[in-house]
């Protein structure tokens, strides 16, 4: 045989034996085949465990539950499974959360900008963070312009940004950022920032040079290649396994994607009228090893993206899940999701609902604690001067009508004061900016600015009535496609001393005041305001028990409101009010608590209801937009037109109180027949309740 034929015959051989290895090799156990964790089940219902916090804003190192934040903003998990968490604030520190529970510092100290191991560094509002496959931790220095990088070991170095806010690209020490507050790592090893007030998403090489990715000169809302697209304020980045970037496109209300080329596509977004939109305020994100996305909204919940786009809300929206902000998420190793709470103070995991374990009435801890101290205001006012009176318009819980001449379209959430249009608003308290969204509606009569839990609403934010700047370096005008002014920006860790200028009153001519997170909002008038006082008692104009129609039953006999056992459940309706010191006489302003018990005809109270049953509460700014009609009747309520006369009608039988919402029916067969009278308890902050016109007799026949 030839030298040819004998290769011939060993190569044949030689495949032969390879295929047959392939054809008997023998199959390994089921578990043993299975390559990687497992998909990502979607649609799942999300639980809510706390993690680290007490809900008290604060710097305390330990025990979890005793452990306090001042703003846990950015989370990662790194490969022990030790949480980090970037706490800034006042606290300007990197913490690690031990997989006991045991919350320690990890790096910073100060607030500054200075390189240095552990406790010698020093960091200004620290907020997105990401590792990568040595260990190293990531971080977005927001208040710094900057990008740091932290050892396993603990050593801070700066690995991009000069610590001034601008636009630069080039080599790490040359680089500017503007507020950049999202980070993340891709498989390439690169480093990808959410550049929030440049627009841009930039990404820093492996040899720390900086170029941008996508983004252009100003916001905006456009897909394209590069620079050709547009972000609108972009907050959180992260990457999936094919490098491509994900961006929580704040401001736009949208998800976007960039390919490794920079082009720029739109995954899911808010529409105009969409009563339930896919995604609100995206504010943080999170990708799990095979592309599913998971969303963190500013004021809403957790939503879940599949990799088909369709959307999955995690959390769910009722109060007893309700997130204050959440701005920094991770995927962890079994699949389940760590949460940093800025506005809550806390740390949570969010798993799979148990139905044995987490069935009711445990109870998911969220939201900041009660306990959590209110701004030292020392007692100023918005307006000059600060430690004068000022006149109270409107309180904590009042109806509000719409423009559509709905009297009631939602509840008042703060405290407004009156003041002249054009006059300055001044801060009431030291405070650092938190969000990188705190200055909204520009232009129009909800505008307003929040720093830290205070919010000032109704102003021209860091403008003169003619619209100049007050401070171009904390108040930044930003011009639209038309060279005209289009919004103001105040950037996420802004400082503001009590006293500083804000803006000025626009036409509404009042300042609308609120103190604390969205859907936790608290009754101003507990800052203690400098010469406040309210003397009055609640006024009772009338009580009646309504029908299914929402009609007053009206059938009198001797003096009392008749009404038969066999009617169907009814409703508690109670018009009341009330004034404070040195009000004008005109002003009607909304209470602070009602309820109502049943009393024998001798005046004592019947079993079950030996202290009234205190319905309505307004301790706390409920979130579900449906409170309004569950705590007001229909004649309740002006729309924004005016009216002579403002009226407040409470369903006592519904329940507003805590956050928790409730409809009810009070049955008139729950009594035997009889004379029976119906006493009503209306109180006001203050304590002042009312004792004239609350009593109604009634006859059970």
Known sequence: MSRNGWLAVVVIATAAALAATWVFERKPPLAQAVLGPAATTIGWPGYIDLVAGDGVAGLRDGAARQARFADPYGIAVAKDGAVFVADAGDNNRIRRIAADGTVSTFAGSIEGFVD????????????????????????????????????????????????????????GAHARFDGPTGVAVGPDGRVYVADTYNDRIRVISRDGVVSTLAGGDR???????????????????????????????????AIRRITPTGEVTTLARAMPGDEHPPV??????????????????????????????????????????????????????????????????RVHRVRPVDATRDAPPTPQIVGPSPDSPLPATAGRWPLRPQDGWHEVVGTLGEVRGNYQRENRDHLHGGLDIRGDVGQEVLAIADGKVSSPHAAWGFGELGEGLAIDTLGYIHMRVGRTPRGEPLDASRFVIVDGEDGKPERVRVRRGTRIKAGDVLGTINGMAHVHLSVGAV???????????????????????????????????????????????????????????????????????????????????????LPGYEQPRMNIEFDRMPADPDAVKVAYGPASGITVHGSAITRFQYLLTNTVRSGVLATG?????????????????????????????????????
């Open 219 to 253: 916001p905006g809302d456009v897909d394209g290649p590069g620079e050709q697209a547009r972000f609108d304020t972009p907050t959180a980045v992260a990457v999936d396994a094919m490098n491509r970037v994900h961006v929580a496109d704040l401001r736009n209300n």
């Open 116 to 171: 240095g191991v552990g406790a010698a560094a020093a960091f200004d509002t620290p907020s997105g963070l990401a590792f990568d496959r040595d260990g190293n931790l990531y971080v977005a220095d927001t208040g710094n312009h900057a990008i740091r990088r932290i050892t396993p070991q603990g050593t801070v170095t700066t690995l991009a940004g000069d610590g001034t806010p601008g636009f630069v690209d080039g080599p």
């Open 280 to 345: 609100h305020r995206p504010l943080s994100l999170a990708i799990a090893h095979d592309g599913v996305l998971y969303v963190g909204e500013m004021y809403r919940g957790l939503v879940q993206f599949a990799r088909d786009g369709s959307a999955h809300p995690i959390t769910g929206q009722t109060q007893a899940q309700r997130l204050s902000r959440p701005s920094g998420l991770a995927v962890a190793e079994d699949g389940t999701l760590l949460l940093a709470d800025a506005g809550a103070y």
């Open 665 to 701: 029916q009070w049955r008139p067969d729950e009594l035997p027949a009889g004379d029976y009278v119906l006493r009503i308890t209306a109180r006001d902050y203050s304590g002042n309740v009312a004792t004239v016109g609350r009593d109604l007799p009634v006859r059970l026949e």
């Open 519 to 605: 859907g936790y909002e608290r009754n101003a008038v507990a800052l203690g305001f400098a010469n406040y006082a309210d003397h009055y008692a609640p006024r009772i104009d009338r009580i009646e028990l309504l029908d299914a129609q929402d009609q007053p039953l009206a059938m009198r006999r001797d003096g009392r409101l008749v009404l038969s056992r066999a009617t169907p459940g009814v409703q508690i309706a109670v018009d009341a009010w009330d004034q404070v010191d040195r009000n004008l006489p005109r002003r009607r302003l909304g209470l602070h608590a009602l309820g109502y018990q049943w009393l024998d005809a001798t005046g004592a109270p």
